[in-house]
């Protein structure tokens, strides 16, 4: 099977050539959904050079729909020849049939998602809003976590924070589960530091508001408007996480400080989650270094999680003020920062000026994290995964001020 992309009006004209069968459904699934993820919501099928339609070819279509459907996009099948018409008539998905005249000489040239660059659209927010910085500093790597450190955070539908801490509202109980943690828009992403590394999740649910004790963290109360959309149809290279916080500070005027939430899909993960809690250490550990850290910390050893959909919290600045949890995004970065990433499911998400809140409530509300870490930049002579990025999404920003 041969399939051409072409762009006709506002939607992408899908042309396939040959069988849609057991041979090529999964093949046709697959191409047509690398466009669907970036971007591609409204797709005309141009079916006059489809031979063959089996059942196991409308499943595929099927999926495609389905996709679709969850943000608002359109399906439309033009061109049927009049078997492949009635095969779909017949199965109850005439809906999709269109009697569009479908005219090749108004479509663009032929597109493939690999001749396409790194795309972003700024939807700016419609009044200037800030945030405070906050901060809990109770806890130092690697120092011994002394009996009362730490901080209650409840979740609040705009408190956005990441740190290491446990579930619960006093460090009694949780000290052995002391894990990375992400907090966004009313609910809570754990990492409980266990041998099964089984990520944990809290949402908020009716009258009940997730609460963390927190060792160190680092965040704020508001929520962020600034909408940026990027999208990488190559697919190949992703925007990284430094190259989405220069976009963010290039659109926020004189801001030093942004916090900053992003969704999308990824092209690849680096970075660590610890695998014991801190409450274990000792008085005679007060500093760390390889090979001793891998008792501690699990690094990823590859770009992970690819084609996976992130939950990223952080905050950037371009003056650090000596501020310990904020580190060069890369070596030859002018922009610190501190972020923490959820990895669940991939799902779609709608075009254009999505809200970070109504987003993040249909994240988490659907299938389990299958990870919380720690996001860092591996810039080793040798063997280096470099940075963390993310093929298509949304990242949200505020002005934060200290």
Not at 166 to 181: N, V
Not at 305 to 313: F, H, T
Not at 348 to 354: A, P, R
Request: glycine share 8%; hydrophobic share 40%; with cysteine.
């Amino acid at each position: 099977m041969k399939i051409n992309y072409q762009k006709y009006q506002s939607q992408l004209l899908v042309t396939p050539k040959g069988r849609l069968d057991a041979t090529w459904s999964q093949h046709f699934h697959d191409d047509v959904l690398t466009h669907i993820r970036t971007g591609e919501h409204q797709i005309l099928i141009d079916a006059k050079d489809l031979e063959y339609l089996s059942s196991i070819g409308i499943r595929a279509l099927m999926m495609l729909y389905r996709e679709l459907e969850k943000v608002q996009g359109s399906f439309q099948i033009g061109n049927a020849r009049e078997d492949i018409a009635s095969i779909l008539s017949l199965s109850g998905f005439d809906e999709w049939l269109s009697e569009t005249t479908i005219n090749v000489e108004h479509c663009e040239a032929s597109i493939n998602a690999s001749q396409q660059e790194l795309q972003f659209e700024h939807f700016p927010s419609p009044e200037a809003t800030t945030a405070k910085l906050t901060q809990v500093e109770d806890w130092q790597p690697w120092q011994r976590v002394a009996e009362h450190c730490g901080e209650k955070i409840v979740a609040d539908r705009d408190v956005f924070s990441v740190g290491v801490g446990a579930a619960g509202t006093s460090l009694q109980l949780p000290r052995e589960h002391l894990g990375e943690f992400l907090l966004a828009g009313g609910h809570a992403a754990l990492n409980p530091p266990d041998a099964k590394k089984r990520p944990d999740c809290l949402i908020t649910c009716g009258g009940y508001q997730p609460a963390l004790h927190a060792i160190t963290a680092l965040g704020w109360k508001g929520m962020p408007s600034n909408c940026l959309r990027f999208n990488d149809p190559q697919g190949t290279g992703g925007a990284s996480l430094s190259r989405l916080a220069q976009e963010a500070f290039d659109r926020a005027g004189d801001a030093s400080a942004l916090g900053m939430v992003l969704c999308g899909e990824i092209d690849g993960l680096v970075g660590v989650s610890l695998v014991k809690s801190p409450a274990f250490l000792g008085e005679e550990e007060q500093a760390m270094d390889y090979p001793q850290l891998k008792e501690w910390l699990l690094f990823c050893g590859e770009r992970a999680y690819a084609r996976e959909l992130a939950v990223v919290v952080g905050v950037v600045t371009r003056s650090p003020d000596a501020n310990s949890q904020l580190r060069p995004l890369t070596s030859n970065s002018q922009i610190f920062g501190h972020f923490h990433a959820a990895v669940f499911p991939h799902q779609l998400l709608s075009n254009g000026n999505i809200p970070a809140s109504e987003t993040l409530d249909k994240i988490f509300n659907g299938p389990p994290p299958r990870d919380v870490m720690h996001l860092l930049s591996d810039e080793r002579p040798e063997g280096s995964l470099g940075e963390s990025s993310l093929v298509s999404g949304a990242c949200w920003f505020i002005d934060l001020q200290n």
